[in-house]
């Protein structure tokens, strides 16, 4: 399936923003470079302990990036991002958003994955803030490479590496935040959140989730139907 579809299968494909087949050879070229430079990266410890690099993967110029915080158990052992649990529920999200995964690039802000041993099982621990400032340069080469034109930020890891602060989740969720490079970031939970939180409130919490992430789709539409407006205004001075 080509990465310049839509990213609704459903809306028609001039809604949806379009790229240069160049630019598309030439930025996986560049995103195949840095996923095997990362794959020998030792610049902060969490290098050392993983199975493998998890680098992004997705459409080469996306126009919509997904990051989360850094893989997990499973996402560890295969080398993919986002195929875990998590990556489950987000799948679910994408599926009823009408966002096929392939139109997308979906990331991590640390590569590696840290965890702790109990007993024979590997839990999850959060990346220290140090590690995800060592990891951040992998992440940045990404937005370069992919120029997407929004990004979701999921969960708190995310949202700070892309926006250079701490942003709080909670307050903050369902709202675009700016970066310096202009790429607005839309801020709203990790989906390992939502399997964390009370079971007994999860379908509720799984459709507010749909509302924040509904908004890239907005977004996207609207700025597609602004340049649609500007060219055909240009059209008409010419
Ligand atoms: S987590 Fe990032 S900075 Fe640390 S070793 Fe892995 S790729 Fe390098």
Redesign the pocket.
């Known amino acids: 399936m080509s990465p310049h579809r839509s990213l609704s299968a459903s809306a028609p494909a001039a809604d949806m923003p379009r790229r240069d087949l160049r630019g598309d050879v030439s930025a996986q070229r560049l995103l195949n470079s840095l996923r095997q430079a990362?794959s020998n990266?030792?610049?902060?410890?969490?290098?050392e302990r993983?199975t493998q690099?998890v680098f992004g993967e997705g459409a080469p110029r996306a126009p919509l990036m997904l990051v989360g915080e850094?893989p997990g158990d499973r996402e560890d052992l295969e080398g993919h991002p986002f195929v875990g649990p998590a990556g489950t529920l987000l799948g679910r999200a994408l599926k009823q958003l009408d966002w096929p995964r392939e139109a997308l690039y979906v990331t991590n802000a640390?590569?590696?994955f840290k965890y702790e041993l109990r007993g024979p099982r590997r839990m999850h621990k959060t990346?220290a803030q140090r590690?995800a400032a060592?990891?951040l340069h992998?992440l940045e080469s990404e937005i370069e490479a992919v120029q997407p034109q929004a990004i979701v930020a999921l969960g708190a890891v995310a949202a700070r590496s892309l926006l250079g602060r701490p942003v709080p989740v909670l307050r903050e969720r369902g709202h675009w935040l700016p970066r310096s490079d202009d790429i607005p970031v839309l801020v709203t939970l990790h989906p390992a959140a939502l399997l964390r939180g009370d079971r007994a409130h999860f379908e509720e919490a799984f459709e507010a989730w749909l509302v924040d992430l509904g908004r890239a789709t907005r977004y996207l539409r609207e700025k597609q139907a602004g340049l649609v407006a500007r060219a055909a205004r240009a059209g008409r001075s010419a």
Do not use: F, I, N, Y
């Open positions: 990362s990266c030792r610049e902060c410890p969490l290098g993983a690099t850094q640390v590569k590696h990346p590690e060592a990891c992998w």
